[in-house]
């Protein structure tokens, strides 16, 4: 079998599990789960077949006429190079873990038939996202998987938060994608062509008209799709969908395709000196503000939420100064251990009864009862405070060393007059956000597993399908690092090994947030003992989903708020001080949208209202008032009285021999 051909079946097997899984989920349950974990498993071994075929030589380009337009064809291409095939692995593997984990979180669900056709299919819309070499049908994809994401998020649609977070999100997206589409005709305009690969032709030979508004306009969706400030409010909010759906979409998929987007269409983004000054501030303000938000969190997913979205601004940072082989580096690393931070939060939730830090910290004993989680999220999380020598250390490495040379002038393939700023601010802010990330991974790790209190409830051992997912990505998490060495040769050549000057800098940093951190829990964990806190709903004999649906349930009745708990014990409040409240809401940027859009828009709609009721309506009820009227009257001179009728013809006869009479005589 070719290598077109094994690359056309990796999107392929997915969707078709997808159709099976919903025309016959409910009438043969036996097949959901076979149908869920096989195709899917196929895939990631198709996408490392192909990876291993492609080897990181020259890129692979096939293509047919998908339809004619009358003007710019449409194409459904194939690409495949270093950045295509690595990637597709990574969404794979994961795709892979999470649908094999799901048949354990969600064993009990009634809605799991249709949960799973809609992994499978949101995992066929990323592989086609990836392999692609068509904008138009990257377009296809990158909506599939946002139809996909708000029914997903909102699977646990008997809660508030799940259905207002997947209409959120969807929403959120969506104002991104309406510029995003601009932004593909325009480019596709200037030129002649929606092929990716003529595409990046034309703007490296110069050839775009419009650079900084196509790239500004592109970016908006990026924006929208890869949760960066200003359109990252919808991320935290979707956690409240199930863990495993966090693992994927908000990991190692739909959040990543931003990026991805931007790491193909980079030459038109280094048109454009405006462009990515832009870029990297939007980088700095997510990175930093969002690390500040995750230390006030007490939601255990909502820290990795945030998390999230401060390592997409890393990436957007390594791509604001040139290097998508940096960028693309830690989308991989981000997300193997992203992945496995999410699915291990879904087994702490279960294990403890909530999602709550607070009331985790006031358990004893957690780490003992679930080892597995214990020892492969303390490996994740040392690879996103990116300490050496895990993934993320190299990966983080990567951009700080690219926003380095960006500053000191040395950096390729961007404007000369971009490169200063750009590199700057993505150095400083990564360097600063390298402190904070630190802070609040020591932070969950200390509240999850190193409790004070009442011991934890025992659910027994996870499930196996659970627990062996951890481990699977454990290895790319601990090892992953060691392909720095290699990875130039599958991306564009320029090394991605750690330099002195940053690792040194940075894991100075990384050390400095975690002993600060520690130095604060110290000091607030006797006061944990003291102020009884927290809503534990444990269900042991129920699926691990249950505890989930409980957990987020009564977060906001028992602590007033989805994100935060009045804990005097919490070492983030006691660091943040009065930022606390601030950070702990996103820095009220919903409220901002609130004054903004959604009281104006609904202003609008109730004015509406008010005209089509009275004013519109009047005139319709008017025009069948007026005949209503005119009948009445008439009605009123149907009396059935014969007289009546005799006089009436005899009065009227002889007002009309008067009148003739009148006329005659010209009176």
């Not at 040392?382 to 990567?398: C, D, N, Q, R, V």
């Not at 009227?629 to 149907?638: D, E, F, I, S």
């Not at 005899?650 to 005589?665: D, E, N, R, W």
Request: proline residues 5%; contains cysteine; aromatic residues 8%.
């Amino acid at each position: 079998m070719s290598t077109t051909t094994t690359a056309v079946l990796v999107p392929l097997l997915p969707f078709l599990a997808a159709l099976a899984g919903f025309l016959t989920g409910r009438r043969v349950p036996g097949l959901v789960r076979p149908l869920a974990v096989l195709p899917t498993l196929a895939a990631a071994v198709l996408a490392i077949v192909v990876a291993c075929r492609q080897g990181g030589g020259a890129s692979l380009d096939a293509a047919t006429r998908l339809t004619p337009t009358g003007s710019l064809p449409i194409d459904l291409a194939l690409h495949l190079d270093g950045f295509a095939v690595l990637v597709a692995v990574l969404v794979g593997v994961v795709a892979a873990c999470v649908q094999l984990y799901s048949t354990a979180y969600l064993r009990d669900d009634p809605r799991y038939p249709s949960y799973a056709a809609l992994v499978s299919l949101f995992t066929s819309a990323m592989l086609l996202v990836v392999y692609t070499g068509d904008l138009m049908v990257l377009l296809v994809g990158w909506e599939i998987m946002g139809i996909c994401s708000y029914f997903l998020v909102g699977h646990y649609w008997e809660t508030e938060a799940a259905r207002s977070a997947s209409l959120k999100a969807f929403l959120v997206t969506k104002l991104g994608d309406v510029p995003f589409l601009i932004g593909i005709f325009a480019l596709a305009a200037d030129a002649g062509t929606f092929r990716i690969n003529g595409i990046v032709g034309t703007a490296a030979s110069g050839g775009l008209d419009h650079p900084t508004l196509v790239a500004l306009l592109l970016l908006a969706g990026v924006a929208g799709k890869s949760a960066q400030f200003p359109l990252h409010t919808w991320l935290p909010d979707a956690m409240a969908g199930p863990t495993p759906v966090s693992a994927l979409i908000h990991a190692a998929t739909m959040v990543a395709a931003g990026v991805y987007l931007i790491a193909r269409l980079l030459p038109v983004f280094a048109a454009s000196a405006a462009a990515l000054v832009v870029l990297a501030v939007m980088a700095a303000v997510t990175m930093v503000g969002s690390a500040l938000a995750a230390l006030a969190q007490d939601d255990i997913k909502r820290v990795l939420a945030y998390s999230t979205v401060g390592q997409l601004g890393y990436m957007t940072g390594a791509l604001a100064v040139g290097d998508r082989g940096a960028a693309v580096f830690h989308l991989i690393s981000h997300g193997a251990f992203k992945a496995l931070l999410f699915l291990g939060a879904g087994v702490i939730i279960h294990a403890a009864g909530t999602n709550s830090l607070a009331a985790m910290a006031r358990m004893n004993g957690l780490a003992k009862r679930i080892p597995d989680a214990y020892w492969t999220m303390t490996v994740a999380l040392l690879a996103l405070a990116a300490i050496p020598p895990f993934s993320g250390f190299f990966s983080k490495e990567a951009v700080l060393g690219a926003a380095e040379h960006a500053a000191t002038g040395t950096a390729h393939g961007i404007p000369a007059a971009a490169a200063g700023p750009a590199g700057w601010t993505v150095l400083i802010a990564g360097l600063l956000t390298a402190v904070l990330t630190a802070g609040y991974a020591t932070r969950l790790w200390l509240l999850a597993f190193h409790g004070k209190g009442a011991e934890a409830p025992d659910h027994g051992r996870e499930p196996a399908a659970m627990n062996g997912v951890l481990w699977v990505l454990f290895l790319p998490t601990a090892a992953l690092g060691l392909a720095a060495w290699k990875l130039p040769d599958w991306f564009d050549g320029r090394s991605l090994t750690p330099g002195l000057a940053t690792s040194v800098l940075s894991t100075g940093c990384a050390a400095a947030g975690a002993l600060v951190m520690y130095a604060a829990w110290r000091r607030t964990a006797a006061l944990t003992a003291r102020t009884p806190l927290g809503a534990v709903a444990a269900d042991p004999e129920a699926a691990p989903a249950v505890s989930e649906i409980e957990a987020i349930a009564s977060h906001e009745p028992a602590y007033g708020t989805i994100a935060a708990a009045p804990d005097p014990a919490d070492p983030g409040r006691l660091l943040l001080g009065p930022l606390h409240r601030h950070a702990v809401t996103g820095f009220h940027l919903d409220a901002v949208y609130s004054t903004l859009f959604v009281r104006p828009t609904r202003a609008a709609a109730r004015l509406a209202r008010f005209l089509d009721r009275e004013v519109v309506d009047a005139y319709v009820r008017g025009a069948a008032t007026a005949p209503g009227l005119l009948g009445a009257a008439v009605r009123r001179a149907q009396t059935g009285n014969v007289q009546t009728y005799l006089g009436a013809l005899l009065a009227g006869s002889v007002v009309l021999a008067v009148a003739a009479v009148l006329v005659a005589t010209g009176a």
